[in-house]
């Protein structure tokens, strides 16, 4: 059974601050990963996409890959109240490269 | 980003009525689609895999009679809900991935509500 393990939370942070999110991943030749936000009552919307070993950034938002760990991270730099929402990680695994592995989320909450 | 669309945003219906929800892909062709559901405060539930030409691919517990997929074109899918009763109100979601091993697009998400 392939999976992608993520912290439920809540993660809570002051606003301004570095919010950390987390996921793992069990098939060792995924490919590519992704994290979406998605605000309650809302679908899920695209942040980042990372494909090769290291950092990726994109204006407050850095995505990190490992895949020797097995690891995806999401940074949220000067986080704003308006992060506040779900984080969803996702990753195909190898051999289906048309179905996403969902990780079930973290909560994120930024404190004015 | 690619662009898809899906409409309704909301739908009341009665108990034993069908609803049809439509997801468009508007600026990309996709050959796939896929149709999740999701309960408050729970995470996305894969429903089915909507093929362009072919038949849906359920999801194990998913009763393909009960919720009809068509892809009749590569920017058209829908899921039909037959009979609907009560516990099948819930978040719809389709989406389609740009390509092959890319990022999936969502559209905006159907709020059925069965009275």
């Known amino acids: 059974q392939k999976e992608v393990e993520q912290n439920s939370g809540p993660l809570s942070v002051p606003e301004g601050a570095i919010a950390s999110l987390n996921c793992t991943y069990s098939d060792r030749v995924s490919q590519s990963f992704f994290w979406y936000r998605q605000y309650s009552g809302k679908s899920p919307e695209l942040i980042m996409s990372i494909y090769s070993n290291g950092d990726k950034e994109d204006g407050r938002f850095t995505a990190q890959l490992n895949k020797a760990s097995q690891y995806v991270s999401l940074l949220i730099r000067d986080s704003q109240p308006s992060d506040s929402a779900t984080y969803l990680c996702a990753v195909y695994p190898a051999g289906n490269n048309r179905k996403l592995i969902w990780g079930l989320g973290t909560s994120l909450a930024v404190n004015p | 980003g690619a662009v898809v669309s899906q409409h309704p945003s909301r739908v009341i219906c009665k108990s034993g009525t069908s609803v049809k929800i439509e997801c468009r892909s508007l600026?990309?062709?996709?050959?796939?689609m896929f149709w999740y559901r999701q309960f408050p405060k729970q995470s996305l539930m894969l429903m089915a895999t909507?093929?362009?030409?072919?038949?849906?691919t359920y999801e194990q517990g998913v009763e393909k009679d009960k919720f009809l997929i068509n892809h009749a074109s590569l920017t058209l899918s829908t899921l039909t809900v037959t009979s609907a009763h009560p516990e099948d109100s819930s978040f719809y979601i389709c989406?389609?991935?740009w390509g092959a091993g890319t990022e999936a697009f969502f559209g905006q998400g159907t709020r059925l509500t069965v009275v």
């Open positions: 989406s389609a991935p």
């Open positions: 600026d990309f062709q996709a050959t796939t």
């Open positions: 909507s093929n362009e030409g072919s038949k849906a």
